[in-house]
Structures are given as structure tokens and as C-alpha cells.
């Protein structure tokens, strides 16, 4: 349970990530 909490965790750093980039370009 707690290692699939952490992949999930993992997953949503990896998209706001890529949302902070997407926000940075503009």
C-alpha cells in the first residue's frame, strides 16, 4: 500500500512538473 502511494506521489510530481514548464514558457 505505501509503495503504491509513493509511485502515485512520484506520478503527480512528474505532471506538475511538466504543468510548472508549460506555465514557464509563457
Do not use: W
Amino acid at each position: 500500500q505505501v509503495e503504491l502511494d509513493q509511485i502515485t506521489r512520484e506520478k503527480q510530481d512528474k505532471e506538475y512538473d511538466e504543468i510548472v514548464k508549460e506555465v514557464s514558457k509563457e
